[in-house]
């Protein structure tokens, strides 16, 4: 007796729009049929951790880490997790307990260099980073190098984080957001004409951000000085 397709395909497409609650109401009934299915449980799991439901969250990873110690998405789910719940140090273990399983995981290697950088472990986050850059799709390319950028200027690698900026944005001229980065690095390096070039860049997309507001505000007023 197999799983109806129909079925798996509806949940998928529940958790693809972020309909969890849907997912898990198509979810519990087959696993009373198939208790041990590490893919629907791993999908449970999954609903439950993003409705913050962590207690049965984690009780299912735990159980999937039982029943397949080395399936790396148990651990990757778990310090998944401990993220959301600002528990970056467990978070870290679990990662690292899911890439040696699977050093191919792009999720893992992304999610660690989060938590790491949350902690100011620059360097670390950093390697972690490009590991994610290494095993990843197109699909996320931006969004890494977007983290690269803003590690290096906390690293205060300026000049780095100004190419890896423009770089993300001759890959993707509508990530816009990566203007912030590159705004911010020109105003450390008091370079105000282009910090002012870019902020306004980013302020078009996002004008709800009062701290850009403020620094572009600033420069401004610097500029008027000056001339």
Request: negative net charge; proline residues 3%; without cysteine.
């Amino acid at each position: 007796m197999t799983i109806d397709k129909e079925k798996l395909d509806r949940i998928s497409e529940f958790m693809s729009n972020g309909e969890f609650n849907e997912a898990i109401s198509l979810i519990n009934p087959i696993l009373e049929e198939y208790p041990n299915n590490i893919i629907l449980m791993l999908d449970l799991a999954y609903s439950f951790a993003n409705l913050s439901r962590f207690e049965e969250a984690i009780k299912l990873y735990s159980k999937i880490i039982e029943l397949a110690p080395e399936n790396s998405s148990g651990y990757t789910g778990l310090g998944f997790i401990y993220r959301k719940q600002g528990k970056n140090e467990a978070a870290i273990k679990e990662f690292t307990k899911g890439i040696l399983y699977a050093p191919d995981n792009a999720i893992a290697h992304f999610e660690k260099a989060e938590a790491l950088f949350e902690i100011d472990e620059y360097e670390e986050s950093l390697k972690s980073y490009y590991k994610a850059l290494q095993f990843s799709g197109a699909e996320t390319e931006a969004e890494t190098l977007h983290r690269i950028a803003q590690v290096n200027l906390g690293l205060k690698n300026y000049d780095k984080a100004i190419k890896i900026g423009n770089d993300v944005l001759t890959r993707d001229p509508s990530y816009v957001s990566i203007n912030n980065i590159i705004a911010l690095a020109y105003y450390l390096k008091e370079d105000w004409k282009n910090a002012e070039l870019h902020f306004e860049k980013y302020l078009k997309v996002i004008p709800e951000d009062e701290s850009a507001s403020n620094l572009l505000h600033k420069i401004k007023e610097i500029l008027k000085e000056i001339e």
